[in-house]
């Protein structure tokens, strides 16, 4: 791990592909350009990837302050999700995807919910963001407006694939998502895997998040759902768990052994008074770690946020200023974060031959001015306010802090409305 910095050079993109980098007198020499954006002022940074959020929980902010995981769900994210209309679903779509990408986030893995995730597809395919979205499945132990039957999880799953999967130059794709094994039957588990192995899906869900639910998992099954999701051969390097908060030696080995990845949510651990993930421990055992920010359990998509909780809460953990160093929590919100996506070949580093989604920041902004050490000054210093331009798949998206694909204006007004209606 070790990110490296290159300075005054210039990045030369075409066909969404990072085709060359090298000193500017010389890129301009060799090409000639259609767009241009003057970086002097800029440092350019991987795109950030949030790899776990629910954007269709976004409108629940404000209201769930207070509450441990389990009640949380059934007394604010469940009603909530279970009263969804399309109109709703879209509205959290969109005002979850403008403040990602104004947030400097190019790539984002969402649960949505039950229902209406054609609307998230439609809203990632209009902005222009790399999205990975998946419909929540849950088949058991649910209240009855989210209560859904095996079957037609797993064949409006399948409809979706067919209809998204794939589209935008390969942009858009779909993910598998059950909950979480503690809404979910064996049989739904068994088959959501089968149907990510046989389109090559991402496969991600809740695991030992908070100890109630692992409580849960003990009395039903026996075991918490790391041991449980194993039993059933349910592990495998396709399978992202968020959280994995509460792990034994044992789950290490698992998850190492079997090449799985996690979405670690610091801020959601501390909202959700969840607990410290043993991050360092986890790559240690040299598990692929990405950053979420488990929105509606957190109050922003800020992915700055989530590096700069991440590093801090080791700190103050194992009271050594070394636990887990600035080098680390960025690569595990770029790099990390690609390879729970599937994507570790395609984006997450300024490279020669890989996909060109990346984030400007203006150095005039804040804090960068004595530049010391970039890496550093970017995970604890900077913050969306930072970010000024935004490109994903070679299009520039954010252009001087404002989105180029669509009226950010008017569809903020017009969404914030439909949830207020
Ligand atoms: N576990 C099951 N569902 C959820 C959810 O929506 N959010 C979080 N943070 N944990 C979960
Ligand atoms: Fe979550």
Redesign the pocket.
Known sequence: LGARTVPDCSIAIDNGIIQDIGPKKRIAKDYKFDDEIDARDRIVIPGLVDTHM?SY?VATKGQTCDSE?LKW?RSY?FPWEGHLSRKRARACAELSYIEMAKSGTTCFSD?TSTRFTDEAFSVAEKIGLRANIGRTMMDYNAPKDMLEDTVSDIEDSRALIMRWHGRCNGRLRFMVTP??D??CSDELLVEAFALAKEYNLVFQT?AQ?NLG?VAFERKRFGVPAIKHLNKLGLLGSNVLL??CVWLDKKDFTLLAKNNVKVAH?PG?NMY?ASGIAPVPEMLKNKISVGLGS?VG?YGNYSMFEQMRLAVLLQKVHTLRPHAMDHHTVFSMATSGGAACVGLSKEIGEIRVGRKADLTLLDKRSLAFSPLHDVIAQVVYSAGKVCVSDVIVDGKVIVRDRQLTTINEEKTIRRASKALVS
């Open positions: 629910h929980q995981l769900l994210i649960f909950r979480f503690v809404t809740h998040e639910e968020a959280h949510c959601s959700l488990d359990a």
